[in-house]
């Protein structure tokens, strides 16, 4: 009888607790394989709304950062962090197709179950609708007139963080992409852990806040953050002249955007992401897995 209790007890355990590492590895190789096989149609839809899912969180956490007087406190970043935080929890939760976290399809890649166009094709449609509904929401945000927020605080914050990204070095960029997309992948990574909705959300949000409140550079955020600045540079100049704020939009440029952040935070994010966490923890757990026939477009 005391046998058969126990019994019932690991039954009961092992439904509840969070998945171990070893078997995170099998979901998230899964996971890869249906993303890589999504209909590119439907894969271009959900691409469209990660980009807004996630310029959501950067609106909200632009707007927390509008309390601050000057430069934020370390505190005050961190709750930004967690306010943008609700980017990725509408990603994972509600479904969408996130470049950055698609990153880690490499671990099905490398697994032998996705080939290598499967992986190009996913990671170059989602990125492109990515940043179609980031600019989409960026256009939505400034005929809102959103930053007028809190007396046009938001709008400061906004066109400030715009300008400080474009002032980054290159292989700064680069460095501040790795360090991002790893913790959002990590992120990602511990989702595959969660046994409920309650779980995903609660383990997204520390990575999420990390990394914002450090500084660090996220592609698919910036395509938000900076064209939203840009357009309402070009929308609202008296906005920008009673705000004196006319040096910061000197250096917003599309051509700097795209050159000068834009393309060393992607090969960051993507560094961050695929290798730093997607192919360390295939050799952890995947390497020596017996390999399957490959799978997907």
């Not at 306010?83 to 698609?102: D, K, P, Q, R």
Request: hydrophobic share 60%.
């Amino acid at each position: 009888m005391r046998e058969t209790t126990r019994e019932s007890e690991v039954v009961h355990l092992s439904a509840f607790d969070a998945v171990l590492p070893a078997e995170m590895a099998r979901v998230a190789e899964g996971v890869g394989v249906r993303k890589a096989g999504l209909d590119l149609p439907v894969l271009f839809v959900l691409g469209v709304l990660a980009g807004a899912f996630i310029s959501l969180g950067a609106i909200v956490s632009t707007v927390v950062l509008a309390g601050a007087a000057g430069e934020p406190s370390g505190a005050l970043r961190l709750l930004a962090g967690a306010a943008f935080s609700l980017g990725l929890i509408l990603v994972v939760i509600a479904g969408a197709e996130l470049f950055t976290g698609n990153a880690l399809i490499v671990m099905a890649w490398a697994a032998g179950r996705v080939p290598g166009r499967a992986l190009i094709r996913n990671w170059t449609v989602t990125y492109t609708a990515n940043f179609v509904g980031a600019l989409a929401t960026a256009a939505l945000m400034v005929a809102a007139r959103g930053h007028e927020l809190a007396g046009g605080a938001t709008g400061e914050v906004a066109l400030r963080l715009a300008a400080r990204k474009l002032e980054l070095g290159f292989a700064q960029a680069v460095a501040l992409g790795i360090l991002c997309n790893a913790l959002v992948c990590l992120a990602v990574w511990l989702t595959c852990s969660a046994r409920s909705t309650a779980d995903r959300v609660l383990v997204i949000v520390p990575p999420i806040a990390a990394f914002m409140a450090a500084g660090f550079e996220h592609s698919i955020a910036n395509m938000f953050v900076v064209p939203y600045a840009l357009l309402l540079a070009w929308h609202d100049p008296a906005f920008v002249a009673a705000h004196g704020l006319a040096a910061r939009v000197e250096v917003l440029s599309w051509e700097r955007f795209l050159r000068d952040n834009l393309l060393p935070v992607t090969l960051g994010n993507l560094i961050g992401g695929a290798v730093l966490v997607g192919v360390v923890y295939w050799f952890v757990y995947l390497r020596r897995a017996p390999a399957t026939p490959l799978t997907g477009g």
